[in-house]
């Protein structure tokens, strides 16, 4: 199984996997523009252009997008990123023709009609709404806060009620015109699909699109305070975050194996010593988000507000307890969950497009499965263990929460934990 990439003459590259073993195709338009190439009054826009790109074009209504595509048994949505937006299908193996057409369809051409504008503003905001309701998401977008401040990764990607509120069609249509470039967008697919039938199509569908040039983006500063919200809820919500590798830093494969055995599974030391033993919560694991120029990595927890600082003193233990020393056992157990959802991705078409697609996108090429592999076996308890103190030991992290806080200790007594 091998992927094929062709460069259309407009700079749009066309990378497929051919697996000729499934009935089905999945594939897909990613541009390398999201939340962060947004100036803070267009702060929601990206996100709002992709809602509008299903709600018409000069040759299909938003109901006539819904019913072609379904009516084939297939499925489309979008999704928009701090780095990159989506547009995506998941058809039967005889249908990519059809979904790439719709594909590229609403991406060239969304009508951006005022009325549905006005009905889809009204949606956004809901959205808005909802994610303040949920403390699991209102606490990752304080945790961007705490860590990044006013550059654009410390926004949320939906924006603000006043400015989605006050948004117009041209501000849409002037954000497109300066990111949706040729020179920033891969197709891919992934599935039963001939590579050249596929690049042919691209070309006649996507070939008018400018080629443009590369974002010009405003490299971050990790920026690490305490970002919280009170509200009348049964627990309190936690991240600790500090800086850590980008996906370009040759370190991120130690920062994988890091965060897996600091909480990636029911093994991991977190899980282990906070739920398993002290039963101190339900939901407790670590995350790393990978950007092209910074990154982070850090750990959520929900728990009753009561056991807050009591968590927060565990968890900071077993942070530094990384830097201190990291056993054979627990990496090989990192790298072999690591390196089977690798292999996994293999088994779905979607979830191959998606790699393959983000793997351009991120370093001009995708790399062999075995090649990865190969990075992630390199990794050795030493490079862990010293990576562990390097972000850890005498870093100040960012902190966020959301609930039942006032049980909290400062943010002074956090900071000095790790001091």
Not at 215 to 235: G, I, N, Y
Not at 259 to 276: A, D, P
Not at 337 to 363: G, T, Y
Request: glycine share 6%.
């Amino acid at each position: 199984m091998s992927v094929e990439i062709t460069r259309l003459p407009n700079g749009i590259h066309v990378v497929t996997h051919h697996m000729p073993h499934l009935e089905t195709a999945a594939l897909g338009i990613w541009v390398k523009a999201g939340a962060r190439d947004e100036a803070p009054e267009e702060n929601g826009i990206a996100h709002f252009l992709e809602h509008m790109a299903f709600k018409g074009t000069p040759r299909r209504s938003a109901r006539a997008i819904a019913e072609e595509i379904e009516s084939a048994g297939g499925e489309i949505n979008a999704a928009t990123g701090m780095e990159t937006t989506t547009y995506y299908a998941r058809v039967l193996k005889n249908d990519w023709a059809l979904a790439l057409d719709i594909l590229a369809d609403i991406f060239t051409s969304p009508e951006l009609d005022p009325d549905e504008m006005e009905r889809e503003r009204d949606v956004i905001l809901q959205e808005i709404a909802a994610a303040h309701d949920q403390p699991d998401d209102l606490v990752f977008d304080l945790a961007q806060a705490a860590s990044f401040g006013g550059h654009p990764l410390g926004r949320s990607i939906l924006g603000t009620e006043e400015l989605i509120g006050a948004v117009t069609r041209q501000q849409i249509l002037d954000w497109r015109n300066r990111n949706y470039w040729g020179s920033r967008i891969v197709v891919a697919a992934a599935g039963h699909i001939d590579h050249q039938a596929f690049a042919a199509d691209a070309q006649r569908l996507l070939g008018a699109i400018a080629e443009g040039h590369a974002p010009q983006r405003e490299l971050p500063a990790f920026q690490p305070t305490a970002c919280t919200a009170e509200k009348p809820l049964d627990q309190a919500h936690l991240v600790l975050s500090f800086a850590a590798p980008s996906y370009r830093d040759p370190e991120i494969y130690v920062l994988q194996v890091l965060s897996n055995i600091l909480g990636g599974g029911m093994s991991s030391r977190l899980f282990q010593e906070v739920r398993e033993k002290r039963g101190l919560c339900y939901s407790v694991f670590s995350f790393g988000s990978a950007y092209e120029d910074a990154g982070q990595v850090g750990v959520y927890a929900a728990t009753s507000p009561e056991h807050s600082n009591e968590l927060l003193e565990l968890t900071t233990d077993i942070m530094m307890s990384v830097a201190r020393e990291v056993t054979e056992a627990e990496v090989a157990r990192a790298k072999s969950q690591l390196k089977a959802s690798l292999v996994m991705n293999l088994e779905s078409a979607s979830a191959r497009a998606d790699q393959i697609a983000r793997q351009f996108l991120a370093f001009g090429n995708v790399p062999s499965i075995p090649s990865l592999m190969q990075k992630i076996d390199a990794v050795s308890p030493e490079q862990v263990r010293q990576l562990a103190a390097k972000l850890f030991h005498h870093r100040k992290p960012a902190f966020s929460a959301v609930g039942h806080i006032g049980q909290l200790s400062d943010y002074g007594t956090l900071v000095r934990h790790f001091a």
